[in-house]
Nanobody
Framework: QLQLVESGGGLVQPGGSLRLSCAASGFTLDYYTIGWFRQAPGKEREGVSCISSSGGSTNYADSAKGRFTISRDNAKNTVYLQMNSLKPEDTGVYYC????????????????????WGQGTQVTVSS
């Protein structure tokens, strides 16, 4: 059974940094696109970033560009989201999701493209 587990969330002051991890178990991430999504209280879930199975394609929401970096370490079966210069509006529950990526370059910013989801990790940016 495919399982994704997010970690690395927490409380951070504005301007601070966090690195989120998405670890897979029960399958190897080598052939999967991974997306990061977030949901703030009272708001719809939104795509934050994605990375193709090869790592050759990445994409970022406009709100994340220049501040967030997605990367993957297939040897560790883990995808990371480095978040710098955090703002209060980055607060929310962050989820990672996976889908197969036959081309090696698939990257999708909509949740309905993904088949497996983690349970989420809370990120709170507040002074």
């Amino acid at each position: 059974q495919l399982q994704l587990v997010e970690s690395g969330g927490g409380l951070v002051q504005p301007g601070g940094s966090l690195r989120l991890s998405c670890a897979a178990s029960g399958f190897t991430l080598d052939y999967y696109t991974i997306g990061w999504f977030r949901q703030a209280p009272g708001k719809e879930r939104e795509g934050v970033s994605c990375i193709s199975s090869s790592g050759g394609s990445t994409n970022y929401a406009d709100s994340a560009k220049g501040r967030f970096t997605i990367s993957r370490d297939n040897a560790k079966n883990t995808v990371y989201l480095q978040m710098n210069s955090l703002k209060p509006e980055d607060t929310g529950v962050y989820y990672c999701a996976a889908r197969t990526d036959p081309s090696g370059y698939g990257c999708y910013d909509r949740g309905y493209f993904y088949d497996s989801w983690g349970q989420g990790t809370q990120v709170t940016v507040s002074s």
